[in-house]
């Protein structure tokens, strides 16, 4: 069976989040998704809000999704340990991690990279903007994993998870997220006093 693992912050989870997965759940056997904290960022939205709207973004896939599963509990900061414990779950496996194009020269800093590549292939998604340099791939090959680029079919659009934490920018985020969000005041432009 073959799985692509898919993490995210989804601070709020975007349009581009939800393209991406569409295309996994047409591509792979199974999609895990998880929400975590990410070491290298500060979050405003608590976990359990980042949980819940990406529940929302992956229950909005139209046709629905029959291959993807929101699966909290092996969410951790760290990306090995979730593989780690995916590969408990799934013992006979093979896992896709699934990354943007944005990713492919700081992974090779991530907690134990050199373990992760070893245990999971690499599907890098070209980002809009953001050239994916021959060199930073072969160097993640040469560090254990193979490394696939999707199709510009599954280019992330020129979209941005700040643009609403931001700016308030509702083109960037489904509808049921953005009434989410607005229910529960998540992100400080919507408390800030107007001009």
């Not at 699966?71 to 780690?84: A, G, K, L, M, Q």
Request: with cysteine; charged share 15%; glycine share 4%.
């Amino acid at each position: 069976m073959n799985i692509a693992l898919f993490g995210t912050s989804a601070d709020p989870p975007s349009i581009g989040h939800q393209q991406i997965l569409q295309w996994l759940d047409d591509n792979y056997d199974r999609t895990i998704v998880w929400v975590s904290d990410n070491p290298f960022k500060s979050h405003q939205a608590e976990l359990c809000d980042r949980i819940a709207m990406m529940e929302l973004t992956i229950a909005a896939i139209q046709p629905p999704a029959l291959t993807i599963a929101l699966h909290p509990e092996i969410s951790n900061p760290r990306t090995v340990n979730t593989v780690e414990q995916a590969k408990q779950i799934w013992q006979d496996a093979n896992f896709t991690l699934v990354i943007g194009g944005d990713l492919v020269q700081q992974l090779p800093t991530w907690y134990r990279a050199q373990d992760l590549l070893k245990q999971v292939k690499l599907l890098v998604v070209p980002r809009q903007g953001v050239p994916i340099a021959l060199e930073d791939v072969e160097r993640l090959v040469n560090m254990g994993t193979e490394v696939a680029i999707a199709p510009d079919s599954t280019s992330i659009p020129n979209v941005s998870s700040s643009d609403y934490r931001n700016n308030g920018n509702s083109s960037v985020i489904i509808p049921t997220v953005a009434a989410y969000i607005q229910q529960k005041l998540l992100y400080a432009w919507q408390t800030s006093p107007a001009p």
